[in-house]
């Protein structure tokens, strides 16, 4: 493949990433197959994760607004570490899939697309009894010890043991209901208020703005009509809530640059922005459009 090409499909990855478009399930069930094999090949262990586990274990079926499909390994677990990853990558190229490598939310992302289908693989690692899920969510890792094999497209697959109980943790007591634009407003709100255990306090980050402020983020929030909100919050989640400030903005500390969910209060309205990324030093606005009150991901504009 050449440099050319290779730029192309990771800003097609990129795209996908950005808009989630719905994949075609037919093509999704038979790549899920085609990397269970590879996997099987390669000796290495993964579970289905997220959106896939829940279509899998509620629906038996790919979730028909899902955009990818959605794996994971653990690093020290059932024999896996991290010189297996290579191998793997490679022979997933051979079979023609396009690998793109990355850093997502602290853990190691492989994006793993073929035929417009992306399939996320996430290299997870047992921090403090825990793995961590964005955008926040920490699990036990008791529930990946053993993992359930269940039938899932015609053949055995495995997930989290109990899996209920996995998805009580990611999407709350009404994961069993599907919910299609609102979902991520549901992971939110099962997350503590305040940082997540291994992030600094609140004070601790106030300290860190003023002794590095080069890893600062201003966040502008704007009502209908461009005005600032001027009595509002914003949530980030795993590292808690900042208040604006007589300007309008809103100071957070951004260790670096990774997508965040924020959940952006003020103006008498609430939106969640489930996913936005965010970049240490810079500005942004953010402003809400009445006509999609939820489901908006990377919608805030960098401020130059």
Known sequence: MSEGEDVA?????????????????????????????????QGVTFFLRQGTCLG???DHAFIPWDDDIDIGSIVGLH???ESMIEPLVDAFRTRGFHVKRDQFSGETWL???????????????????????FPGVRFPIGLFKDLREIDFLGQKFLVANPPEEYLRIKYGPTWITPNQLSYG?????????GPMPGHPSRLTQRVLMWVFPGRVVKLRVLDQQGVPVLDGEVFVAAW?????????????????IDVYA????????????YEEELSPGKTYEYRPDEAMTSGRIFVLAEVV
């Open 262 to 273: 924020l959940v952006v209060r003020g103006g008498g309205r609430e939106e969640v922005l």
């Open 9 to 41: 499909l990771d800003a097609a990855m990129e795209q996908g990433l950005r808009t989630t478009p719905p994949m075609d399930v037919e093509v999704s069930a038979r790549l899920l197959l085609e990397a269970r094999e590879i996997f099987a090949a």
């Open 111 to 133: 994006g793993l697309m073929k035929d417009n289908i992306r399939i996320d693989w996430l290299c997870l690692r047992v921090r403090k009894g825990h793995v961590v899920h």
């Open 240 to 256: 808690g809530t900042y208040r604006m400030d007589g300007g309008g903005y809103v100071r957070l500390w951004v260790p670096q």
């Open 56 to 58: 899998a274990i509620r």
């Open 185 to 193: 407003k549901e992971v939110i709100e099962n997350l503590p208020a």
């Open 79 to 81: 024999g896996f570490d």
